[in-house]
């Protein structure tokens, strides 16, 4: 696969402007403006470096999360354009992992000694340090110049995505407390990325579309039981909610979608337009030859 230059990065390796990487470009900045504009207009409520600083976090983790995503819906839709802004995506959630960070010593009044502290006891805030010092580590070394450094290290190198992936989403289940329908959402959704890599990519290519598909649904369901059960297991151990009732709640959605069912949802979408994307591929058989 090429290699696509980092240093302008809406342009390609010749230099040739793609207007698909311009779009992702600007949009990764959008989360970011909104709550700029949001805290000079007083519209985050009484605490808003707060709401501005797990806002950073949530996105950081979000951008996070897509990047994994990408290479599944690059193979599965034949896009390999879409390669082209995964690291770019990846520094993205770097930088708002700093801003997160950054946000939490402004709230501390720029008391650096007491952030210290306040990391080094905090086991949340801990594990957070320890993924935002991960993700550093990954944006720094994502140029050509570092790859053509590190030869086949990079790859095992940027696969440390994936732990860290799994350390912010704990520091994301403590931070949240009683009310982890979103983590455990994101769990459920880091879950099916992390199955879907577990099938052997020359397996899956050597299959025919039914067998991927049945793979593939076969996993939106293995992670929202997951999801379940890993929100089952939080209520149980670190709340005085009924875990039981929590789990029950699944099998009835009059009362409104559970989080595992939110993954199950996404999943399934994707077997879905895989299966659309691969029928719509079909030759139509081509006319015989007149003599």
């Known amino acids: 696969m090429e290699v696509v230059s980092m240093s302008v990065p809406w342009r390609d390796r010749r230099g040739r402007f793609l207007p698909f990487k311009a779009a992702v470009l600007a949009s990764l900045f959008v989360p970011g403006a909104l709550y700029a504009f949001w805290l000079s207009t007083d519209a985050l409520g009484g605490r808003p470096v707060m709401e501005t600083i797990h806002g950073t976090g949530l996105w950081a983790l979000r951008l996070l999360l897509i990047s994994l995503a990408i290479t599944p819906f690059a193979r599965a839709f034949d896009w390999p354009g879409l390669l082209l802004v995964r690291r770019m995506v990846g520094v993205a959630a770097a930088c708002y992992a700093v801003a997160h960070l950054g946000l939490y010593v402004v709230d501390q009044n720029f008391n650096l000694i007491k952030v210290v502290s306040e990391i080094a006891l905090r086991f949340y805030l801990t594990i957070g340090f320890v993924a935002l010092l991960g993700l550093l580590a990954l944006a720094g070394t994502s140029t050509n110049n570092w790859m053509k450094a590190l030869g086949r290290n990079w790859k095992r190198l940027h696969r440390l995505a994936y732990p860290i992936g799994a350390v912010a989403l704990l520091h994301y289940y403590i931070q949240a407390k009683a009310n982890v329908s979103e983590p455990v959402f994101a769990s459920g959704l880091f879950i099916w990325l992390m199955a ?61 979608l559970r989080p595992a069912h939110w993954v199950f949802v996404c999943a399934a979408g994707f077997v879905i337009v895989f299966l659309a994307h691969r029928l719509s591929r079909k030759r139509v058989p081509a006319r015989p030859a007149i003599a």
Request: proline share 2%; no cysteine.
């Open 196 to 256: 879907w890599r577990a099938v052997p990519d020359a397996w899956r290519r050597r299959q025919g579309t039914a067998t991927v598909a049945a793979i593939n649904a076969g996993l939106a369901v293995l992670a929202a039981l997951v999801a379940a059960g890993l929100e089952f297991a939080w209520y149980a151990s670190t709340t005085h909610i009924n875990a039981w009732r929590v789990l029950y709640a699944n099998e009835n959605i009059a009362h409104g």
